[in-house]
């Protein structure tokens, strides 16, 4: 007979942070998944006997390892790479890859056990994982990329398969870096296997998976508005950040009928009163993802526009917010504001950005809040469906990938009202995408028994 350990929440995050010291976002990812966790599992004793949630919580392993390369001027440089595989229990493990200087142990760790909810919520056989290193992509030549990657992936290849663990990008890693690993891998296994996602379109890559996160955030968003029978027709949107998943949501926003005011870099923000309109975001792809430019820039393009330094755009008046830069660029502060002027909805493109106390703060002004694991999906939902059509040796038609991420979207948003519904017309999305998510996880773990 199992003797089952009830401790509270308290006492949980305290043994988390014990056991995980120096490491605050994973601290922090499993507090708000805990949160809501603890209630859901109040009549569930099997969940406690078997640990499940403390399982889930410690990352099956966590590979660290050095990356050697030599730069442009031959000086031989080292930095750290990880991979962390946290669980996969309903599939191989699948998550971006992250090169940013900020990349710590703790900050992938978080990204994986956030993945690990993400993943299940998309109705796909994936599990958890994450990786990256704290390579600095900024200033260095294509060369420099190319060698670092292909250093990178000279470890990394030992760990991964098509069956065991699909990387993909994230911040740092687009294409092009997807392209240089991909390269590297199969030079060393003699592979073509679907190792990778976010491939070219010519090497096995799928369509639209380039602008499924923005796109599936605003799909989302979409959906939590049309349960107030609204849409975005005429409403202002405040976006964070100026990558793929902005300038996608951004894109989105403006199809559907909004008007974007702001776009954002670790420089600042700029607030455009006339809107971001397709030609605008168009020149921000090209001035950030291909000459590398920074966001400062856009007011000489647009004169219109203020540039704020050193500023999230949190304090300018909308309808929606998307955060969609990285991880604790909304703060306690910054919710209250958004609330106070008036924002109704908050869909988060990028992963964790909202920091716990504007997460309670968002919870308790009632608004429609998705936490990134429910409205960022998209992405990593593409690049299951890239995997399905690698697995296939063809690919699917554009429209029918189109349908397939807005179907997945909605599925996701029935999934948080089912188990965010809080009567009174307000739905918990944050405790509905932690309880969809953990059941599908916990029930096949139940399933494998202690292992
Ligand atoms: N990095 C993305 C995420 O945070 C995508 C991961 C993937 O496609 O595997 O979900």
């Given at each position: 007979?199992?003797?089952?350990?009830?401790?509270?929440?308290?006492?949980?995050?305290?043994?988390?942070?014990?056991?995980?010291?120096?490491?605050?976002?994973?601290?922090?990812?499993?507090?708000?998944?805990?949160?809501?966790?603890?209630?859901?599992?109040?009549?569930?004793?099997?969940?406690?006997?078997?640990?499940?949630?403390?399982?889930?919580?410690?990352?099956?392993?966590?590979?660290?390892?050095?990356?050697?390369?030599?730069?442009?001027?031959?000086?031989?440089?080292?930095?750290?790479?990880?991979?962390?595989?946290?669980?996969?229990?309903?599939?191989?493990?699948?998550?971006?890859?992250?090169?940013?200087?900020?990349?710590?142990?703790?900050?992938?760790?978080?990204?994986?056990?956030?993945?690990?909810?993400?993943?299940?919520?998309?109705?796909?056989?994936?599990?958890?994982?994450?990786?990256?290193?704290?390579?600095?992509?900024?200033?260095?030549?294509?060369?420099?990329?190319?060698?670092?990657?292909?250093?990178?992936?000279?470890?990394?290849?030992?760990?991964?398969?098509?069956?065991?663990?699909?990387?993909?990008?994230?911040?740092?890693?687009?294409?092009?870096?997807?392209?240089?690993?991909?390269?590297?891998?199969?030079?060393?296994?003699?592979?073509?296997?679907?190792?990778?996602?976010?491939?070219?379109?010519?090497?096995?890559?799928?369509?639209?998976?380039?602008?499924?996160?923005?796109?599936?955030?605003?799909?989302?968003?979409?959906?939590?508005?049309?349960?107030?029978?609204?849409?975005?027709?005429?409403?202002?949107?405040?976006?964070?950040?100026?990558?793929?998943?902005?300038?996608?949501?951004?894109?989105?926003?403006?199809?559907?009928?909004?008007?974007?005011?702001?776009?954002?870099?670790?420089?600042?923000?700029?607030?455009?009163?006339?809107?971001?309109?397709?030609?605008?975001?168009?020149?921000?792809?090209?001035?950030?993802?291909?000459?590398?430019?920074?966001?400062?820039?856009?007011?000489?393009?647009?004169?219109?526009?203020?540039?704020?330094?050193?500023?999230?755009?949190?304090?300018?008046?909308?309808?929606?917010?998307?955060?969609?830069?990285?991880?604790?660029?909304?703060l306690g502060e910054d919710a209250k504001t958004l609330v106070a002027n008036g924002c109704i909805a908050v869909s988060e493109g990028a992963n964790m950005p909202t920091d716990l106390d504007g997460v309670h703060a968002f919870k308790a002004a009632k608004i429609l809040y998705a936490p990134g694991k429910a409205s960022n999906a998209g992405g990593?939902?593409?690049?299951?469906?890239?995997?399905?059509?690698?697995?296939?040796?063809?690919?699917?038609?554009?429209?029918?990938?189109?349908?397939?991420?807005?179907?997945?979207?909605?599925?996701?948003?029935?999934?948080?009202?089912?188990?965010?519904?809080?009567?009174?017309?307000?739905?918990?999305?944050?405790?509905?995408?932690?309880?969809?998510?953990?059941?599908?996880?916990?029930?096949?773990?139940?399933?494998?028994?202690?292992?």
């Amino acid at each position: 007979m199992a003797v089952s350990d009830h401790v509270d929440l308290p006492t949980f995050m305290e043994g988390v942070k014990k056991r995980n010291p120096y490491q605050p976002e994973f601290v922090q990812a499993v507090q708000e998944v805990a949160e809501d966790i603890f209630d859901f599992m109040a009549d569930k004793e099997q969940y406690h006997a078997q640990q499940i949630l403390r399982r889930i919580a410690e990352p099956d392993r966590v590979v660290s390892f050095r990356v050697c390369w030599e730069d442009d001027n031959g000086n031989i440089r080292v930095q750290r790479g990880w991979r962390v595989q946290n669980n996969n229990a309903i599939g191989p493990y699948k998550g971006g890859i992250r090169f940013h200087p900020s990349v710590t142990e703790s900050v992938l760790k978080f990204l994986a056990f956030e993945q690990t909810f993400k993943n299940a919520l998309t109705g796909l056989p994936m599990g958890g994982g994450k990786g990256g290193s704290n390579f600095n992509p900024k200033g260095k030549s294509t060369r420099e990329i190319m060698r670092f990657c292909q250093s990178f992936m000279t470890e990394l290849y030992r760990h991964i398969g098509a069956d065991v663990d699909v990387p993909a990008g994230d911040i740092g890693v687009g294409g092009r870096e997807i392209g240089y690993m991909f390269g590297q891998y199969k030079r060393i296994t003699n592979q073509f296997t679907g190792v990778l996602t976010g491939k070219g379109l010519e090497w096995g890559g799928s369509l639209i998976r380039t602008e499924a996160t923005g796109y599936g955030a605003v799909y989302f968003l979409a959906n939590m508005l049309a349960t107030k029978s609204q849409d975005l027709v005429g409403k202002t949107a405040v976006i964070s950040g100026s990558g793929n998943v902005a300038t996608h949501a951004a894109e989105k926003i403006v199809q559907l009928g909004g008007k974007v005011l702001t776009l954002s870099d670790s420089g600042g923000f700029i607030h455009d009163p006339d809107g971001i309109t397709q030609d605008k975001i168009n020149w921000v792809k090209e001035h950030k993802t291909h000459r590398r430019g920074r966001i400062e820039e856009y007011v000489e393009a647009f004169p219109n526009a203020t540039f704020h330094a050193g500023k999230t755009p949190w304090g300018v008046p909308c309808d929606v917010a998307l955060p969609c830069a990285t991880q604790n660029e909304l703060l306690g502060e910054d919710a209250k504001t958004l609330v106070a002027n008036g924002c109704i909805a908050v869909s988060e493109g990028a992963n964790m950005p909202t920091d716990l106390d504007g997460v309670h703060a968002f919870k308790a002004a009632k608004i429609l809040y998705a936490p990134g694991k429910a409205s960022n999906a998209g992405g990593v939902a593409v690049s299951g469906l890239e995997m399905s059509q690698n697995s296939e040796r063809r690919a699917w038609k554009e429209e029918e990938l189109q349908q397939m991420l807005k179907d997945i979207m909605s599925g996701i948003h029935d999934s948080c009202i089912r188990y965010g519904d809080q009567g009174g017309g307000y739905i918990d999305y944050v405790k509905g995408a932690n309880i969809a998510g953990f059941k599908k996880v916990a029930d096949a773990m139940l399933a494998f028994g202690v292992v």
